[in-house]
């Protein structure tokens, strides 16, 4: 469980139209798109898109059809891994931002990560519960990407926010997500409900999307230990600029801390495709961590892993997860393995002219 | 040393146009700006900027008159740090991108980051030997800055980035920076001279600013032990997701390692305005680091230290460095640190909804 940053499963086809139905279409400059999800009639009006910027593509109106939101990305240069291609860590970083600019257009959020007056007065915060995260192919740099990012119920005490990223060309959907957000006081830093005044300030904006996204089985992840796990890796620990502004360890900065007791020949020879996060604890500046990880499947030289992160002291379980890896697509691979173990195996020293 | 990411000394006084004079006028809709430089005349044609937009200012003629690159970036939710401003990294990373966005401009760009087609030819790839930068403010979250990016001459072997931070609505400089980059094979990783070939394929675009921007005194940096050090941390390992495309951890990530020593009570009442680092050796997958600080003076609450990056085995150096740092302005920051110690003492349960 940590800040802003969410589980459960995502649609199981691939591009999807989202929410269930978008016929576009134009009036005057203006594309407008309108869609029925689940019974429920939405509309959002977006400026006709300009590929190469990144800037905001947000619904101006104040009306009920701001539901959906889009935001453009372009690809950074280090936003990119050493695969060329935009890393996980990137993905979740543009979903969470989406997230934190859609609540900024409902006229409600007062600052942090997505506060609302109400949430405010009550020194409440969101955090994330639990994330999941599915992707068909990930972006290069230079490349520009669409997030549409929306909000839906998810029982009296929780919302859930969507996404599906999109290639800002061809509207392919590259990856979906969707995560599981609560409440925490962040004095006390313990959950909380959300208060009904809160609610009324954001309820709204849900869509109800449930049935385009089904729940995971995220529960159903079992705890590993030092038995039955196949890889540990020790020593792990938050570093400074891993706080956020919530001052724990962000959500997105575990995902470093589950690849670290992936096998290496797994990280240099697939790439992630889906991803089960399950946000159990906080986690502050001096956490101490351990990183499990054990397989439970493979098929056609795909994997699957299970995960957990716990605390050195007492074991106590900060996250767990599930990660599926499909083969990469070979370029040079074998050239930069090489690289990666000479690198290992000797540093050069260098004379500045 | 590692992949583009530099350190030389900057203007030692704030708000200097760079280069040495520039006159603003408008064109029809498009802003000019002229300027001269060390006895070299320079235009930069820039669109009339939209502020609240992080796509590209990029100058578009194909003339000579290309020599300062211009990029608004708009800080993101997930680059900024417990203290809600922008972290020295995300500074960083936008000097890297800008500098590379600018060698694209040259339209003799290749791949990678700022490889020409002579040194594709060769294998070669450019890395930093050095970085400065120097902060007088952070920018803060939704804040769009805009960074002037120029290269310059510096010596036979090497080239100087530098790079000036602005307000983007006040052209008030918040940073300034500046680099070395060199050439190194990478195949072989050993460092090489700048062929004649290539070097013809950017010379042309060389800003002459040295008298602008003064020489550091970064070889005067002192190398660090077990005996000097104040602070020591170990067990420091590059994450899988520290490596660039260069199969090597990014410049920028070394920035964590050297805070990692820096004294907590440095980290949460004080702020780094000013840093200086000369790159030794690159480091790889698989390197176990130790960080080493020392103070190196003190005055009127500002603290100075010197930092040493060493591998664990055999204590080869990999980074010297100098950072300093001025008080923080005062803002709830007590209950930050009672929050932050709270964390550390206690983890809760969370239970979702």
Redesign the interface.
């Known amino acids: 469980?940590v800040t802003l940053g969410t589980s459960s499963t995502l649609c199981s086809f691939i591009g999807v139209m989202l929410p269930q139905q978008i016929n576009f279409g134009y009036r005057g400059k203006q594309e407008v798109k309108h869609a029925r999800c689940g019974g429920f009639q939405i509309k959002a009006n977006v400026k006709t898109p300009?590929k190469?910027?990144?800037?905001?593509r947000v619904t101006t109106s104040s009306t009920l059809d701001d539901f959906v939101f889009r935001q453009n990305f372009?690809i950074?240069?280090?936003e990119?891994?050493?695969?060329?291609k935009a890393?996980i860590?990137t993905l979740m970083?543009y979903f969470?931002?989406s997230a934190?600019n859609h609540f900024k257009t409902f006229g409600i959020h007062r600052g942090g990560?997505g506060s609302t007056e109400e949430m405010i007065k009550r020194n409440l915060i969101w955090?994330f519960?639990?994330m999941r995260i599915e992707t068909y192919r990930y972006p290069v740099c230079d490349e520009v990407v669409q997030v549409e990012a929306w909000m839906s119920v998810?029982?009296?005490?929780?919302v859930r926010w969507n996404w599906l990223l999109r290639d800002s060309k061809t509207y392919q959907v590259l990856s979906k997500a969707s995560s599981?957000c609560?409440m925490?006081n962040?004095?006390t830093?313990?959950?909380s409900k959300i208060p009904e005044e809160a609610r009324r300030e954001f309820e709204s904006y849900f869509v109800n999307s449930s049935r385009m996204i089904p729940e995971d089985d995220i529960k159903n992840i079992p705890k590993l230990n030092v038995i039955t796990a196949d890889y540990i890796c020790t020593?792990l620990?938050p570093?400074?600029?891993d706080?956020?502004?919530n001052?724990?360890v962000?959500n997105?900065k575990y995902?470093?801390?589950v690849?670290?007791s992936?096998p290496?020949s797994i990280?240099t020879n697939h790439e992630l495709c889906g991803m089960s996060l399950?946000?159990?604890?906080?986690?502050?500046?001096?956490?101490k961590l351990h990183s499990l990880t054990a397989i439970c499947g493979a098929n056609n030289n795909n994997v699957e892993f299970y995960h957990l992160l716990q605390?050195e002291d007492r074991g106590?379980e900060i996250l767990r997860g599930r990660t599926k890896w499909r083969p990469k697509p070979i370029r040079n691979w074998g050239l930069?393995k090489l690289?990666?173990q000479?690198?290992?195996q000797r540093?050069?020293?260098?004379?500045?002219?």
Chains 1, 2 share one sequence.
Not at 80 to 84: F, L, R, S
Not at 347 to 353: E, I, K, P, Q, V
């Open positions: 469980m300009n190469d910027d990144n800037s905001l372009t950074k240069s280090y990119v891994g050493a695969n060329e890393s860590e970083n969470q931002d934190i990560f955090v519960t639990h998810a029982g009296k005490n929780a599981g609560v925490m962040k004095l830093r313990k959950l020593d620990k570093r400074w600029n706080l956020d502004i001052l724990h962000s997105v995902i470093g801390w690849l670290e992936v290496e990280l399950e946000y159990k604890r906080e986690c502050g500046r001096d956490s605390l106590v930069l690289l990666l000479l690198q290992n540093h050069y020293l260098f004379h500045t002219s």
